[in-house]
């Protein structure tokens, strides 16, 4: 995911999820990879961008906060997300933002 | 900045800053380091976030939209934003946002 997310103009929504990992793979790469691509076929997504060094930050942008609700509550989702909190990190934490403007290059 | 930052209870505000970086370290390292000293002395600041692999991202998160235009604006900061501008991003996007709820471990 190197590219900066093509959104539309605002208002639009994003989940910053930051984290920390747990030592090991445990199936994580698999996983994120798994959801990035699921999560890109939900409706009502619009973008994704994520980084890694020592925090984890990865922020998906959506149209509404019924779809990011819609997201969270899918079955595999929920399946990797159980698993986020037993196995994947030592702390998380998931802030739900609206999206007022934005500006760049 | 290796920790998830400890914010108070929503309502907040956070600038999300996703970009791609231009080849070399051309002063970057040096002004990202003082820029995170600076904001994090300005009234309003609660914490930041940031990670780069190819992609960077840093989260700024703030108690209101007045502390996120006063940081905008603050002299120092402008300089940085204009070498931004001319020297080390490629590209960059900037998003404003506000905090409508959160949780986590």
């Known amino acids: 995911m190197p590219n900066i997310a093509q959104t539309p103009p605002p208002p639009y929504y994003a989940v910053i999820f930051t984290s920390l990992?747990?030592?090991?793979?445990?199936?994580y790469d698999a996983m994120a990879q798994r959801m990035l691509e699921l999560a890109s076929r939900q409706q009502g997504f619009l973008g994704v961008e994520s980084a890694r060094?020592?925090?984890?930050?990865?922020?998906?942008?959506?149209?509404?906060?019924?779809a990011i609700?819609?997201?969270k509550q899918h079955s595999e989702h929920q399946e990797a997300q159980k698993l986020g909190h037993e196995v994947w990190y030592t702390e998380f934490k998931v802030r739900i933002a609206r999206i007022e403007r934005d500006y760049g290059i």
């Open 21 to 27: 990992r747990t030592e090991g793979d445990n199936g």
């Open 69 to 71: 609700r819609s997201w």
């Open 53 to 66: 060094e020592e925090l984890g930050i990865t922020v998906s942008y959506w149209e509404s906060l019924e």
